[in-house]
């Protein structure tokens, strides 16, 4: 489920009867493709808050930022059921819209969920094959390399980073990796959009 949901996310060129237009930016040299969903939502915020967070990357963390130019083919922000997701097969980091747009987080969350996937795009540009990926070891990596960017932060940015980074080390395999029902997901992400549950 979760491949055909990225794969739908990630073809789409013109788009379908509703669906937003897919918009190419560049930022810091990174291809940013913004497909905005939501008519409550300011491209030019989510956008403004992206360019914070990778520049807190660059800022405290900058070999990070030349990783993920190697290993990223572009940036996708789009509305998706979870903050973040790599996609493999096309080198793409989804970066979720309503996450980008709020205004109640600094961008450090931003900047350590980017951190976490980029972790993932890591591991895949190494060579690392799917079938023989042990999901909660890699969580876990992405997650400590969550926990290093938290601590790099000055304390009052990196505190919510290593609270969450440790909290998730902290669980067993199961927690740290679980299973996701992504049509479920999906239905509630809807429900969300159409008003009918709270965000």
């Known amino acids: 489920m979760i491949r055909k949901l990225i794969a739908a996310l990630t073809s789409r060129v013109a788009p379908a009867d509703g669906a937003p237009a897919a918009e190419a930016y560049d930022l810091r040299g990174f291809r940013v493709v913004v497909e905005n969903s939501r008519p409550d939502i300011a491209t030019s915020a989510v956008l403004a808050r992206m360019d914070e967070a990778l520049e807190l990357i660059e800022r405290h963390q900058p070999w990070r930022l030349r990783h993920l130019r190697r290993?990223?083919?572009?940036?996708?922000?789009?509305?998706?059921?979870?903050?973040?997701?790599?996609?493999?097969?096309?080198?793409i980091c989804i970066t979720e819209l309503t996450f980008l747009a709020r205004t109640d987080i600094t961008a450090a969350p931003v900047a350590s969920s980017i951190v976490h996937e980029g972790m993932h795009a890591r591991v895949d540009r190494m060579g690392v094959r799917p079938e023989s990926r042990d999901r909660a070891r890699e969580e876990r990596i992405c997650r400590r390399a969550e926990l290093d960017f938290g601590l790099a932060l000055p304390p009052e940015l990196g505190a919510p980073v290593v609270e969450r980074a440790v909290a998730s080390l902290a669980l067993e395999d199961e927690g740290v990796a679980p299973e996701i029902d992504w049509a479920e997901a999906l239905r509630r992400q809807e429900a969300v959009d159409r008003g009918e549950l709270g965000s």
């Open 71 to 91: 290993d990223l083919r572009e940036f996708r922000i789009v509305r998706y059921p979870c903050r973040g997701a790599y996609y493999p097969g096309e080198r």
